[in-house]
């Protein structure tokens, strides 16, 4: 019986022996698969430098230089119709007349009651001198001499408001009203715009404040008109910041000859500061982002010890980024000038892994991109 039983230990010994063997094997093997592994083919990019100008970026709407619904004040019959709708018009130009017809035959009673008025009182003056009225009857008729030109006045005023005028240069939009048509007072009759010059308004976080400056330059860019890039100045800061977002207010002003900046358009907008700053860039293809921090994968033509020839082997370098610049990415530190960078497909890489460069499908970067679907 205690025979057996150290047969039995012997024998387990020997199977523990036999497992721990093979599993120094396999980790020795683990070892020197990196030495071991076929290269992987890889796109690679070379660390460069930029100099730029700084930038910020932000989203704004274009808003008339004046803007207005010309309306009119007192209601009354559209007689007629002066305008086409999207025509330039000029400040004075007639664009509605309301029927006046009741007015005007109102208003020649009134300017001969007038008339009649002003001799009265001429006649009383001269009937004074000799005391032949009294002061009182004078008086009376220099009031009815006013009270008759007033009315004249209050007519002539009432006529003027159904003739509608434009009150500024500018393009008008799609008339809202027909010949023939009885307006109330305050119906809409067509929008008048200014739109050379246009305002652009944007917003921007309060920590931009110290950056910015009346008469910086200022580009804006719209998806109406692809690759058109529009050039105006920065012309006013507002005076106070928003207390629930905390961001700033500001106008940026744009030549619009051609008109093509319409009130209401939603544009992209880049505020360009003056100074020049030159910053180390590699391709935001070439990061690898992670929460621990982030990383490129940087080929290095290192010695390999099994055979004794020079291959190319990765090195993770964990990289501070900085502002993106189209296709690429600005490096702070991590990386310096003319290194050799992996560009693409760096989820798939580990650190020391043997590549092998081939560029032929290297994707196109541009400091400015312009997608075809953007």
Do not use: C, W
Not at 92 to 120: C, I, M, N
Not at 152 to 159: D, E, F, S, T
Not at 177 to 196: F, R
């Amino acid at each position: 019986m205690l025979k057996k039983i150290i047969l039995s230990i012997v024998g387990v010994l020997v199977l523990v022996g036999v497992l721990a063997g093979l599993k120094v094997s396999q980790f020795r093997a683990l070892a020197q698969a990196p030495h071991s592994q076929p290269a992987t083919v890889v796109t690679t990019a070379t660390v460069g430098q930029l100099d730029y100008s700084p930038s910020i970026p932000a989203i704004g709407s274009v808003v008339a230089a004046q803007g207005v619904t010309v309306s009119t004040e007192i209601s009354g019959t559209v007689r007629r119709i002066a305008f086409e709708s999207g025509a330039a018009v000029s400040a004075g130009d007639l664009l509605v007349e309301l029927d006046v017809s009741s007015e005007e035959a109102q208003l020649r009673s009134a300017e001969a009651s007038a008339d009649l008025a002003h001799l009265s009182l001429e006649r009383s003056r001269e009937l004074r001198t000799t005391n032949t009225i009294s002061q009182a009857d004078l008086d009376a008729a220099i009031a009815q001499a006013k009270q008759a030109d007033a009315q004249v006045a209050n007519l002539q005023a009432v006529i003027a408001k159904k003739t509608i005028r434009a009150p500024f240069a500018g393009r008008v939009g799609i008339r809202e009203v027909n010949l023939g048509q009885y307006l109330n007072a305050g119906a809409p009759i067509v929008s008048l715009q200014s739109v050379d010059p246009v305002y652009i308004d944007f917003s921007l976080p309060q920590q931009h404040l110290s950056r910015i400056t009346v008469g910086m330059v200022t580009r804006a860019s719209s998806d109406a008109f692809a690759g058109a890039v529009f050039e105006g100045s920065l012309s006013a800061i507002n005076t106070e910041i928003d207390i629930a977002t905390r961001n700033l207010r500001v106008r940026a002003t744009f030549a619009n000859a051609d008109g093509r900046l319409r009130p209401g358009m939603f544009v992209n907008v880049t505020l360009v500061e003056s100074s020049t700053a030159s910053v180390l860039t590699i391709p935001g293809s070439a990061v690898l982002y992670a929460p621990y921090g982030d990383s490129v994968f940087i080929v290095e033509e290192q010695k390999d010890e099994a055979t004794g020839a020079t291959v190319k082997r990765l090195r993770q370098a964990f990289v501070r980024l900085g502002a993106p610049h189209g296709d690429f990415v600005a490096v702070i530190s991590g990386a310096k000038l003319g290194e050799e960078v992996v560009s693409t497909g760096v989820f798939k890489l580990r650190n020391k892994m043997p590549v092998e460069v081939d560029n032929t499908l290297a994707p196109k970067l541009e400091l400015d991109p312009t997608p075809e679907n953007s």
